[in-house]
């Protein structure tokens, strides 16, 4: 399968982006709660984007590792990138007084996840649910 592109900019860009998470899932046959996971993980490392570097990308495909099948997702942007990786990910950690759930949240309902970030360069997130 090809991978899909969605640009991310603004809040609205944030749905388009969940409902083709949810569209693709439903596609390689999840559940409707896991899709609901994947949607809500996808919302959250989009409304990083937004909120953070003001626009980046979230590209969705097929993972097939193993026999296995399942969907990835990576978020990217060139934004200020993240100071401390670490803190990034304890749960209520946030410079944007937000609750700050949005990154551990994500790792939580996915299977695999992956943080790379540079400052000044920018982040990358790649994250895998699969199929049960």
Do not use: C
């Not at 559940?31 to 990308?57: C, F, P």
Request: without cysteine; neutral net charge.
């Amino acid at each position: 399968m090809n991978t899909l592109r969605v640009a991310i900019e603004r809040e609205a860009d944030i749905v388009l982006a969940r409902q083709a998470g949810r569209q693709l899932a439903q596609q390689l046959g999840f559940s409707t709660t896991d899709q609901t996971l994947i949607a809500t993980a996808i919302s959250e490392v989009a409304r990083n984007i937004v909120v953070y570097a003001n626009h980046g990308e979230i590209l969705l495909s097929t993972a097939d590792e193993e026999g296995r099948v399942g969907i990835q997702v990576v978020a990217t942007d060139a934004g200020p990138g993240i100071d401390n990786k670490d803190l990034a990910m304890r749960d209520g950690y946030s410079t944007k007084n937000s609750l700050g759930l949005g990154l551990p949240g994500a790792k939580r309902l996915m299977d695999d996840f992956n943080l790379e970030s540079e400052i000044g360069r920018g982040t990358t997130v790649t994250m895998k649910k699969w199929k049960r």
